[in-house]
C-alpha cells in the first residue's frame, strides 16, 4: 500500500484557474445533424456572435445519445478550415490557373450555358416517332450528401424542367 | 433498392438502428460497420453487453472483426456461396420457423410449370437472351401459376437499367395465387427453392469461400438457435454487399435466410442496411436518379404503354396492395411540378417528362463523356475524379466536357484535374471550363437528410456561411429563376415544362439566424416551402393561418383528380401542419421506439413489416419478443411503433374474390406492398438477374466458379470495355491476387471531406495497403515498403502494411491471396497518394448499374511505381483557427489555442 | 426534457478581470500575477476516467474530439506503419491517444523469407490467443498522489476541486520537471508555446457539469467518466461479468494503490499484460527514492564535512 499526503494540501489556484469555465455560456445553441455518413448522429452546433465555436453529440438524439466518431467530431474543422474556398473560382478553357469571380456573373454565365446545350442537345422525338423530350448531353451528379430539399429541387429542376436524363448520385442499391 | 425490394416490398433498412440492441444474434457481413458506422456500431454493442453473440464474415479482419465474438474469413465475391451454404443447411436440417413461413412468405404458391432453374440449365434461369445478356421474365415464365404475362417494362427484356428500381417487385396477380400448404407440389416455391440451394454444400462452400467447412453448420446452427418465437437474430450489410455485380442478389440471398428464419418484421431482427452517405437513402426516395420520379415511381421512356398517363398508370401499377394507388401518387407528383398548367384534359403534363431511352446513370454516363458525347455537367459535391470507379477514365470525361459546374466546399480532385492530375495532359491541352461554386456546410443551412434507417431529420442553420460560399439549395433556385428568365417568353413547346414548372420558395419575411440577428444572405430560399411541397398540399384549398395551400395530413389524402399535389408521396406527412415539421421534432418520451424524434418513412414506421411481429391471429409470438398485436377490444393493432398495417384490419379478415388494392390483402398478410401480402423467397418479378440468387464469380477473378462452372460471371453484367477500362475476364492468371477496397474510420469517401482536415489526416496520413505475410513473403516485400498495385487499368504505388488481418486462403485447393485497399487517397488535398479507385473498373451490375469495388483482380510487385506521384495541393494547416472565441473571458477560452498566455 | 449541453448556454459569461491601465501597471501586474491566488474552490467528489478497453473499437473520436474542444493542432502526417496507430503518442498537443496491438497466431507455417516478417505491435501474450487486434485509448492517468504534481517546482500544477491533476497554463513555466517525472510518459512540453500540456479532464467542461469530451463522444462507452467511486464498482462488476464469459485474463489496471504506487483516478480494464498496451508493469514513484536519497544525501555531507575537518585539522598540527 502506498500513499502520499500530497493531494491534500492546499493547492494554489490561479486567478484564471479559479474562473475556469466552459466556453459554452452564454452562447447559441443550434439542432444540427452530422453529415457524414447515414447513421444520423444528433449535433449540437455552438455559435458565438455570428462563429462558430464548437460543435458535439446531441445527447438526446435516440441514434447517437450524444456520442460521435471521429470524423463526426471533426465537423467543426469542415466549417472553419482554412482550405474552404469562400469565392466563385473560374478556370478559362486552357488556362492554368483559376480566377475569383463575382457569384452573380457565375451563375449568369452557367444559365447561359445550359440554355446553349439544352437548346443544341434537345430531342423531342426519337428515331421512331415516339416521345422522348430529353435532353443527354447535359448531367448532373451528386445527392447522397445533400439534403433532401436539395435533391428534390435538382430532380425538379433538372429533370422536370429542363428535361435532362442523367440525374444522378452515388446512391445505387 | 431491389435487393431489400424484391424481398418485403421496399427498397429499404426494414429496421432501425437502435433496435439491433434487442437481438440475440447479429451477422454483420459485407458491412465493416465499427469502422465505417462507429455509433451505429454502438447498438451492436449493447446488444452484446445483453448477451447477444456477434460475427462478423469479411474478407479482412478489421475493427469490426475485432469487436465480434466469431470471425471468418472468406474470399471476396464469394459471399452468395456463403449465404446459400446457410440456406441449405436450414432446409436440410429442416430448422425454418414453420408457422411464420408457410403464413407469411409465398413458399406454397405455385410457380409456372415452365420455369426452369438455373439447376436445370447450368447456371442460367429460363429467359435468358445471350445475344443481348438480358433475362426476359415473361418468357421464362418466372411468374405465379395462372398469373400469366407481366406488362411492366422491367419484365421485359431490352434496355438494361432502365427501371432497375421501378416499383418494387411488383405483380398483377388478379386471382389469388394458387398455393399449396403441404409444400410437396414440385413447382411450389419451397420445393424450387431446396432444389436451387442443394449443391450449396459446407464442402462446396468452403472450397469457393475458402473457409473451414465446419463454418458454415457453425453459423447456421447459431442463427437458427437465435431465431423462432422467443429469439430473434439480425443481419447488418453496406457497401461490402452492394458493390458486386451480384450485389442485389446477394441481398435477395440475406432477406430469403431472414424469410425462412422468421426475423422479418419482428424487435431485434431484420436487415439492417447501412448506408454511406447522410441522405443516401433520401436521395434515392426523393430521387437523384436517372430512371426514377420521386418516391420511386418509374420515369417513363418512349414504350408505347407510356404514351398517355391512363396506359403508363395501366402499365407500371399494380391492381393489389398499396401500389394500387399509383395514379394518385404519379398525378400528386406533376401536380406539385407543372402547378396549374397541369390539368387533366392535357393528361396533367405527363408529356412533359422527359423519356429514358437507355441506361443514363453515373458509370454510362462518364462512359459516355469519355467519348466525348457530353457538353456539361454539374457536380454537387460528388468527386467522380477521385471517387468514381476507373477514376482515370472518369477524368479522361472531364477533361472532355465543355464546361463543368463544381459545387463543393474545398478544391477536390474533379474540381483541378485539369491541372493537378499527376497523369493527366499539361492544362494547356484540357479545353474544360470549369466553374468552381464554393458550398454551404451543414451548419451554414437548414435542410432535412434521410438517414440509413428512413429517418427524416432536420438541421436547422447555425450561422451564415462565409464570403459567397451558399447552399446548393440557393444554386439550384437561382440557377432556375434565371434559366427562367433566359427563356422568358418562349411559345416553344419544348420550353413550357420550364417555364410553367412550380419555382417559388422565397422567404416571406427576412430570416433570422438562431441568434436572432439578419442573415446577410438575403435571396436564401426558405427551405420548409420545399419540404412542404413534399409533403404535399390541396390544391386550391387555402389555409387562412398562412394564406398557402393547405397541407396534407399524409399519402392517404392523395387523390388522383388533380386536388392535391404532392412531390414525393413516400415523406407525405412529414409537414402536416404549417407549423409543424416533424422532420425538426425532437420529443422524448418513454416509448423506447421514440416515434416522436424525426419522422421515419412511410408514415413515422420505425419498422417495416411489423405486423409479421405478431403470429397470423395476431397475438405476439412470444412476450420476449412482443411488438405489434392485435387489440381485440379496441378492435386495432396496437404496440409501441405505428403498425405498418391497415391499422383497423382484424388478423382474420379475408378478401372477397375480385378485390383491389389493400382490401385484396388478408388480415394476416404483412407484407403490404406485394400484390399477394407476403415475403417472397422465389421473387417472380424485382430482380432482372433471377428469381433467385446463384453464386457467380466477380468479373475479375483469378478464380473459376466452381459452383456453375459453364457460367463464370453474371450473364447480365455489362462492361464497358475499352482502351480507358480494360478488364482482365475471369478466371484470370494475369492478375492472380483478389482485391477489395475498404472505407477507414478517419476518412471518408474519396477525401473530399476529411483529407483537408489536419485533425484526421494526422490519424491516416498515407495510402497503404494490407497484405498477409504469405503474400509478402513471396513478392519478396517486407513490412512499410513501397509496392506497386497494378490492375488491368492502371497501377499506383503505396505502402505495405503486412497484416495477419487479410488472410491468405485456400480456395479449390490452392492459395488465394487477397489484399486490402483503402479508397481514400488521391491527388488533391493536404495528404494525397495512390488512388485505389483508378485501379477499379467500370462495370455494372444489371438491376442498378452498380460497380464491382470489392472485388476485382490484380497484381502485386515490390518497388514504386514509375508513374508521376502527386504532391499535396495543400499545405498541412495545424490548426483550423486559432481565432480567440468571441465575447469569452482567458479563462473560458480552450485550453490549446496556444495564444492566450498571460 | 433538455440536456445539460442545452442548459449551459443559459449561464452567462464572466468577463475578463479590467486590464491595467498605463504600462507601469501593466508590467506590474505582469510581474505580481504569479503570486496572485484566487479564490480554491470548494472540493468535489473524486472524477476520473475507467477505460474498457474490451469495447474499444479505435475509432479515434476521442483524439478528435479532445482536439475539437481544446483546440489543439494537428501533430504532422506521418504514417507509422505500426497497425492503425499514426499518432505514436501522447503529446502536449495529443491529449488522447489510441493504441493498436495485433495479436495473430501464426495459423499456417511462417513464410520462407525472412522479408515477409511484420513488424507491427505484436508483443504476445502468454500464450498468445489466437487473432485478437487489442486498442486502448491513452490518456493522462490523474495518479492519486501525481509525481508531476510533486515535481512541479511553481505550483503550476494541482489538484483542482474534482482530484484531476491539472496544470496551470498561466503559471507553468516550461521547466519540464513534470515531464521527467512521470512513471507513464503523458506530459511533454509543446513547441509552440513552451509549455507542457497534457489532459485537463476538462476542467472547464466539468466546471459547468459537462462530460469530458472524449467520454463523451465515445461511441461504445469504451471511455467512461464519472465519480471514481462510481467507475471502480462498476469496473469490478465488469471484471467479474467477463470472466464468467470466458475473457480471462481481464483485469483493472491502476483501480487501487500498489506498493509502489498510489490508485489512478484514470485506469483501465485490460486482457493482456500491461507492457503489451505500453505501460509499466510496476508503475513507481519517484519520491520513494527520496528518503533514502536525502538520507544519503546528508551522510555524504556530513562525511564530507568530516573529512575536511579532519585535513584541516592534521593540516593546522
Redesign the interface.
Known sequence: ????P??TK?????????????????????????????????????????????????????????????????????????????????????????ETK??NW??????????A?RD???V?R?A?G???????????????????????????????????????????? | ???LGASFGRGAATTF??DLANSDCILIMGSNMAE?????F?WPMKAKAKGATLVHIDPRFSRTSALCDIYIGIRAGSDIAFLGGLINHVLTHDKWFKEFVLAYTNAATIVDEGFRDAEDLGGLFSGFHPESGTYNANEGKWAYEGEGEDGQTKAAHGKEGTHGYGLEGGGRAEDRPHRDPTLWHPHCVMQILRRHFARYTPEVVARVCGCAPDDVGRIADLLCANSGRERTSAIVYAVGW?QHTT??QM?RAAGILQLLLGNVGRPGGGIMA?????????????????DL??GYLP?PT?D?GH?TLESYVKKEGIPTGYWANFSKFVVSLLKA??GDAAAAENDYRF???????GD???LP?MD??ARG??????????N?AGGGMNAGLQRAGLRKL??L?V?????TES?VF??DDPNGP?????????????AA?????????????R??????????P????????W??????K??K???AGSTDP?DQ??LN?T?DYEHGAGHR???G?VSCIRDEPD?EL??Q??NGYRVGEIDPRTGRPRLLKGFSELKADGSTAC??WI?SGVFPEPDRNRA?E?K?SDNPV?PE?GFAWPHNRRMLYNRASADPEGRPWSDRKKYIWWDAEKARWDGPDEPDFEPTKPPGYRPPDGAKGMAAIAGDQPFIMKPDGLGWLFAPKGAKDGPLPTHYEPVESPVGNLLYPRQPTSPTVRTFEGPLNRIAHTPTAEFPVVATTFRL????LSGP??R?????NE?QPEMFVEMSPELAAERAITHGDWVTVRSARTAIECRAMVTRRVPSLLVDGRVVHQIGLPFHWAFAG?VVGGNANDLTALVA?V????HEGKAFACQVERGRHDGRQPSPT?HP?AW??R?P??????????EGGFTHD? | ??????Q??S????AD?PRPRGRLAEVVARLT??F??????AKQPATGFYTDTTVCIG???C???CK??NQLPADGFNWSGNSYDNTGELSASSLRHVKFIEQFADVLPPPPSPNGRMSLDVLPAEPPPANRWLMMSDVCKHC???PC??ACPT?AI???EF?NV?I?R??CNGCAYCVAACPFGVITRSHFDGHTHKCTLC???Q??G??P?CA????TASIQFGPVEELRERARQRVEELHSRAVPGAYLYGDS??????ELNSFYLLVDRPATYGLPEAPF?P??HMTGDYVRAVLSGLGAMGGLLAVFLVMGQ
Not at chain 1, 445533400?146 to 445505387?172: C, H, M, P, W
Not at chain 2, 459545387?407 to 478544391?411: K, L, R
Not at chain 2, 429517418?455 to 451564415?464: F, I, R, S, Y
Not at chain 2, 462565409?466 to 446548393?472: A, F, H, L
Request: hydrophobic letters at 35%.
Open positions: 500500500m502506498f500513499s502520499l500530497v493531494a492546499p493547492q494554489p489556484f490561479s486567478p484564471q484557474t479559479a474562473e475556469k469555465a466552459s466556453r459554452l455560456r452564454g452562447a447559441t445553441v443550434t439542432e444540427g445533424v452530422c453529415p457524414y455518413c447515414a447513421v444520423g448522429c444528433g449535433q449540437l452546433i455552438y455559435t458565438k456572435g455570428g462563429q462558430l465555436i464548437d460543435i458535439e453529440g446531441d445527447p438526446r438524439s435516440p441514434i447517437s445519445e450524444g456520442t460521435l466518431c471521429p470524423k463526426g467530431a471533426n465537423t467543426f474543422q469542415l466549417s472553419t478550415n482554412p482550405h474552404r474556398v469562400r469565392n466563385v473560382l473560374y478556370r478559362a478553357p486552357y488556362a492554368d490557373k483559376w463575382p457569384l457565375a451563375l449568369d454565365q452557367i444559365a447561359r450555358r445550359v440554355k446545350a443544341a442537345g434537345l423531342t426519337n421512331d415516339r416521345l422522348l423530350n430529353s435532353v443527354k448531353t447535359i448531367g448532373t451528379l451528386g445527392g447522397a450528401t445533400l439534403d433532401i430539399e436539395e435533391n428534390y429541387l435538382i430532380k425538379k429542376l433538372f429533370t422536370g424542367g429542363l428535361g435532362v436524363l442523367s440525374v444522378e448520385n452515388q446512391a445505387r442499391i | 433498392m431491389p435487393g438502428q437502435q465505417a458506422h462507429p455509433v451505429g454502438r452492394t450485389g442485389v441481398i447501412m448506408r454511406g452517405h447522410s441522405s443516401i437513402q433520401g436521395s434515392t426516395d426523393v430521387s437523384t436518379l436517372y420520379l420521386p420515369q418512349p408505347e404514351d411540378w407543372y408529356g412533359w417528362v422527359p423519356r429514358v431511352d443514363y446513370s453515373h454516363t459516355r463523356m458525347e457530353m457538353t456539361g455537367y454539374f457536380l454537387f459535391g460528388q467522380p465543355d464546361w459546374v459545387a463543393d466546399w474545398f478544391e474540381a485539369w491541372k499539361p492544362a494547356a491541352e484540357v479545353g474544360t471550363e470549369v466553374f468552381f461554386i464554393p456546410t451543414s451548419p451554414e443551412k437548414d435542410g432535412t437528410l434521410t438517414n440509413t434507417q429517418l427524416l431529420q432536420w438541421h436547422n442553420k447555425a450561422m451564415d462565409p464570403d459567397d460560399c451558399r447552399s446548393d439549395t444554386f439550384v433556385y437561382h440557377l432556375g434565371r434559366l428568365d433566359l427563356y419544348k415544362p420550364l414548372l419555382w439566424l438562431p441568434d440577428t427551405v420545399v419540404l411541397e413534399i412531390g414525393c415523406y425538426n425532437r422524448l421514440q424524434w474510420t478517419e476518412h471518408y471531406m476529411s483537408f482536415n489536419s485533425w484526421l490519424l493536404e451490375e438491376n442498378v448499374s452498380m495543400k494547416v483550423p483557427t481565432d472565441i468571441p465575447n469569452t473571458p482567458a479563462a473560458a477560452q480552450p498571460e | 426534457m433538455t440536456s445539460r449541453e442545452a449551459v448556454v449561464t452567462p459569461q464572466s478581470p500575477y504569479p496572485r491566488r484566487g479564490a480554491a474552490p475509432c479515434k473520436a483524439e478528435v474530439a475539437q474542444w492519486a498522489a501525481a504534481q510533486q505550483g494541482l489538484y483542482n482530484a491539472y496551470q498561466d503559471i476542467y472547464d467542461r466546471k459547468d459537462l462530460v469530451a463523451k463522444a465515445c461511441p494503490p500498489t506498493e509502489t504506487y498510489t514513484n519520491w520513494i
